[in-house]
């Protein structure tokens, strides 16, 4: 079931292996090494693009978000990202992708993540989301 309004290419989490309401997750992405992004990102060296990296940090934090369901009627937005690659990502991987949720303050949450390939950390994130109003449901 998908808890994020992305789906088909754009959905960088396959699966939420175990979460702590408000405050932990743990997803995986499964990378096959025929991945669209090789094809058409730095074609001589086919690797993950960061941008595409860093979803994936956002949209395990935004899983976690509406699994609570005091979320459900709320769009949650990036605000403000700052992330750091370490290592490239090529080829067939499984992304371990752990956020947490480090404070909710008024409208803004503030999180952060990591992604990891085989126990190393290959990229960090750190993470400020709006929650907003969901136009359709108000």
């Given at each position: 079931?998908?808890?994020?309004?992305?789906?088909?290419?754009?959905?960088?989490?396959?699966?939420?292996?175990?979460?702590?309401?408000?405050?932990?997750?743990?997803?995986?992405?499964?990378?096959?090494?025929?991945?669209?992004?090789?094809?058409?990102?730095?074609?001589?060296?086919?690797?993950?693009?960061?941008i595409l990296q860093s979803e994936?940090?956002?949209?395990?934090?935004?899983?976690?978000?509406?699994?609570?369901?005091?979320?459900?009627?709320?769009?949650?937005?990036?605000?403000?990202?700052?992330?750091?690659?370490?290592?490239?990502?090529?080829?067939?991987?499984?992304?371990?992708?752990?956020?947490?949720?480090?404070?909710?303050?008024?409208?803004?949450?503030?999180?952060?993540?990591?992604?990891?390939?085989?126990?190393?950390?290959?990229?960090?994130?750190?993470?400020?989301?709006?929650?907003?109003k969901n136009k359709k449901i108000?």
């Amino acid at each position: 079931k998908n808890l994020i309004k992305i789906s088909g290419k754009l959905l960088m989490i396959d699966e939420i292996k175990s979460y702590k309401i408000g405050k932990k997750v743990h997803a995986e992405k499964k990378l096959s090494k025929n991945e669209w992004f090789y094809k058409i990102h730095l074609t001589n060296r086919p690797i993950m693009p960061g941008i595409l990296q860093s979803e994936a940090m956002q949209q395990s934090i935004v899983s976690l978000l509406y699994l609570d369901k005091k979320y459900k009627l709320f769009d949650i937005l990036i605000f403000n990202s700052k992330n750091t690659f370490f290592s490239e990502i090529n080829g067939k991987h499984t992304l371990k992708i752990i956020s947490n949720i480090l404070e909710i303050k008024n409208k803004f949450i503030k999180a952060n993540s990591v992604i990891k390939v085989k126990n190393k950390i290959i990229a960090k994130g750190e993470f400020i989301f709006i929650i907003v109003k969901n136009k359709k449901i108000s």
